[in-house]
């Protein structure tokens, strides 16, 4: 346990630790196997504790998520060309016209929600690159989810050092537990609300 506080202490403290956090942000944006949520939390929890400082944190986390989605929809947008040429009345043509549909009118819920899901968030931006969703209004919602899911990170991983002050590695483990309630939680509603709308 020691030996893992020891290597902790020394990535957080470390002067390219900001750096680090913007990339993995930024990575998981379109490569979502990349623990960016994990990492912010991280960081929260150590920012309760004044080794990391507060306002670094939430800017970089966000802007790293923002420059992610962007790659993600600029992927999608670069697919369009092949989608265009799908044969009409296929499944698969019959799927991307329903999520041009859904995207259209709500489209921006759609994505800010998306921050929230694990590999969900890749899967939107790319689709809205991919059906031609207006880049000006992309940008905006993009960047509201991404400062709501950093702020959202952060404020579990302080809450977690708070609570656990002398001992950062259980606040970890409560910020990281936090996230996923909320993750199950959400996941829980959006299939009892799917059931509903079945029947």
Same mark, same amino acid.
């Given at each position: 346990?020691?030996?893992?506080?020891?290597?902790?202490?020394?990535?957080? #403290? #470390?002067?390219?630790?900001?750096?680090?956090?913007?990339?993995?942000?930024?990575?998981?944006?379109?490569?979502?196997? !990349?623990?960016?949520?994990?990492?912010?939390?991280?960081?929260?929890?150590?920012?309760?504790?004044?080794?990391?400082?507060?306002?670094?944190?939430? $800017? =970089?986390?966000? =802007?790293?998520?923002?420059?992610?989605?962007?790659? #993600? /929809?600029?992927?999608?947008? *670069?697919?369009?060309?092949?989608?265009? +040429?799908?044969?009409?009345?296929?499944? +698969?043509? *019959?799927?991307? $016209?329903?999520? #041009?549909?859904? =995207?259209?009118?709500?489209?921006?819920?759609?994505?800010?929600?998306?921050?929230?899901?694990?590999?969900? +968030?890749?899967?939107?931006?790319? $689709?809205?690159? $991919? !059906?031609?969703?207006?880049?000006?209004?992309?940008?905006?919602?993009?960047?509201?989810?991404?400062?709501?899911?950093?702020?959202?990170?952060?404020?579990?991983? /302080?809450?977690?050092?708070?609570?656990?002050?002398?001992?950062?590695?259980?606040?970890?483990?409560?910020?990281?537990?936090?996230?996923?309630?909320?993750?199950?939680?959400?996941?829980?509603? *959006?299939?009892? *609300?799917?059931?509903?709308?079945? +029947?």
């Amino acid at each position: 346990m020691d030996a893992i506080m020891d290597v902790v202490h020394t990535a957080v #403290s #470390s002067p390219w630790f900001y750096a680090a956090l913007f990339a993995v942000a930024m990575l998981d944006g379109f490569f979502p196997v !990349v623990p960016s949520e994990s990492m912010v939390i991280t960081a929260g929890v150590y920012a309760a504790s004044g080794e990391l400082r507060v306002a670094p944190v939430v $800017a =970089l986390a966000a =802007l790293g998520a923002f420059a992610g989605d962007h790659v #993600s /929809y600029l992927v999608g947008r *670069r697919s369009r060309g092949r989608l265009a +040429r799908m044969r009409p009345g296929t499944r +698969r043509a *019959r799927a991307l $016209a329903w999520a #041009s549909a859904v =995207l259209a009118e709500r489209g921006g819920l759609i994505l800010v929600v998306a921050r929230y899901v694990p590999g969900g +968030r890749t899967a939107v931006t790319m $689709a809205m690159g $991919a !059906v031609g969703y207006r880049a000006r209004p992309f940008a905006f919602f993009a960047g509201v989810a991404a400062v709501s899911w950093a702020l959202y990170g952060v404020v579990l991983g /302080y809450a977690g050092g708070m609570a656990f002050e002398n001992d950062p590695l259980k606040g970890v483990a409560v910020g990281l537990g936090l996230a996923l309630s909320v993750t199950v939680a959400v996941e829980v509603t *959006r299939h009892l *609300r799917r059931r509903v709308r079945l +029947r």
